[in-house]
């Protein structure tokens, strides 16, 4: 009898989630550590022990029950992976959650493209083509590679041209429908027989050449429109035949295909940024954001009614995610923020010497980096765990060498980035330390790479008997359905 009543309540309390704590000498409710990792088969550990755990087959995660709450050591290991860890608290009757439990493999088989001397890479719109840059004794070479079938499909030759991308940060640019692309070069004079080492010493012109892949030819945008300059050259989201510009600070829209048909959006423009139902640009001096129509037509409509404090430099980029998300970076590489969140509205310096941008897919989420230090900004709540606040600001790591390839992996909470020969992922769970593994390390350093959020590939550039082919790699693992 004595034991029936020790035993039985013990099993009743058991059932509803209580369990004894030894230290404390009484029951308490106990608490679950949730995880959903990839890749899926893996071994969870305890403060040194093994668990067992319980599979949600709705959401593919690992369960593990029946914990006393307090702090855990918790270990997730796979066979041919790097390990992740992390210090857990523990609290009574709730989930503890980690919804993005990477590891990275310790190798990684990679596939080899037939891409000699790869210099740039750019991935078309609908991740079935790459077009990527070759360095040429007297110019330069835009090749356009099948990623399926891993052959050549295309080659244009640039006679004494060399890419911009240093000198202008502008890159190639693909059409939305991989129709055209767009090439930013320095062009020099045929008689000087430049070379892309001894460039610098010859003057050239900045111009666009616009290539065509499926007619196999292409012309110079600047003589076509019988324009000098041209800067910021952008496609037309909707309209392939038509693409933007910056002249002598004005901002056109010009048809590919018939020279007279050019329209002028505005003057005295800084820079501008194209989204699906307009194109927005930030007026001289007072860099005030205006949103107009793709077709250049009907009333403009202000976004902003002032800018955070007096510019030294006007506007260089403006990078919008819709009337609400706006960033500027300035021509002294300042990072402003225009940020409206229901009632609340933003709008302020958020950094210095900054390098790049890029919105998360949703707009919640704000990736910005400097030569040595990668941010987080958060433009709305997060009520995921972790959870974080609209405006809040983080710095994810900080290198003393400089920091290269810097981008969003997938699920939009790791970064992947390189220093020197060594790519890494960081995340951004703050909870305990982030953990940071290693992707493959390359024979050279400053890679280029370029991660497929689609395509879910790595790809990047490598050495081999003394030339740049393109490599790529599968990240993250194949998944199941359901975890099964």
């Not at 310790?106 to 790459?130: G, M």
């Not at 077709?295 to 995610?321: E, H, M, W």
Request: no cysteine; glycine share 4%.
């Amino acid at each position: 009898m004595a034991l029936f009543l020790i035993i039985a309540p013990t099993i009743v309390l058991r059932a509803k989630g209580y369990r004894f704590d030894f230290h404390r000498g009484v029951f308490v409710h106990s608490g679950t550590i949730s995880l959903k990792n990839n890749p899926q088969d893996v071994s969870i550990y305890i403060d040194g022990d093994l668990e067992s755990s319980s599979i949600n087959r709705i959401n593919s995660s690992s369960n593990i029950n029946g914990l006393i709450p307090k702090s855990y050591n918790v270990v997730v290991k796979a066979s041919g992976f790097q390990d992740w860890s992390k210090k857990v608290e523990v609290h009574s009757g709730v989930a503890t959650e980690f919804w993005n439990v990477l590891l990275i493999r310790n190798e990684y088989e990679r596939t080899e493209y037939n891409s000699q001397n790869i210099n740039r890479l750019f991935i078309s719109p609908k991740d079935k083509l790459l077009a990527y840059t070759e360095n040429l004794e007297t110019g330069m070479k835009v090749k356009i590679l099948n990623i399926k079938s891993n052959l050549i499909e295309n080659e244009f030759e640039i006679p004494n041209g060399v890419y911009t991308q240093e000198d202008r940060q502008e890159n190639i640019e693909w059409s939305p429908e991989e129709d055209f692309l767009s090439v930013p070069v320095k062009l020099y004079p045929v008689a000087s027989k430049i070379t892309a080492k001894n460039a610098p010493s010859v003057p050239a012109k900045y111009a666009y050449i616009i290539l065509d892949p499926q007619k196999k030819t292409s012309f110079n945008l600047n003589e076509f429109l019988k324009k000098d300059t041209i800067e910021n050259v952008r496609w037309d989201p909707k309209d392939k035949d038509f693409l933007f510009f910056l002249s002598e600070k004005s901002l056109y829209r010009a048809n590919i295909t018939n020279a007279t048909d050019i329209t002028l959006i505005a003057s005295d423009v800084s820079s501008f940024d194209l989204s699906r139902s307009g194109i927005f640009y930030s007026q001289m001096p007072t860099e005030l954001v205006f949103k107009a129509n793709l077709d250049g037509q009907g009333s403009r409509n202000q976004i902003t009614n002032t800018f955070p404090q007096a510019l030294n430099q006007p506007n260089k980029k403006l990078i919008v995610y819709d009337e609400s998300r706006i960033v500027f970076i300035n021509q002294n590489k300042d990072l402003f923020l225009y940020n409206e969140n229901g009632e609340e509205k933003t709008f302020k310096k958020v950094s210095s010497g900054i390098e790049g941008i890029q919105f998360s897919d949703d707009g919640k989420k704000l990736l910005y980096w400097s030569n040595n230090e990668i941010f987080t900004y958060f433009l709305r709540d997060w009520n995921v765990p972790p959870t974080r606040s609209a405006n809040e600001n983080t710095s994810l790591t900080r290198y003393s060498e400089s920091i290269k390839n810097v981008q969003w992996f997938k699920d939009y909470e790791h970064v992947i980035f390189s220093i020197g020969d060594q790519f890494k992922i960081i995340e951004l769970d703050p909870r305990d330390h982030r953990n940071v593994m290693d992707l493959p390390k390359t024979s050279i350093d400053n890679s280029v790479a370029v991660y497929d959020h689609a395509l879910e590939f790595l790809f990047f550039t490598d050495k081999r008997d003394e030339s740049n082919y393109l490599n790529s790699i599968i990240l993250p693992e194949p998944t199941t359905f359901l975890g099964f």
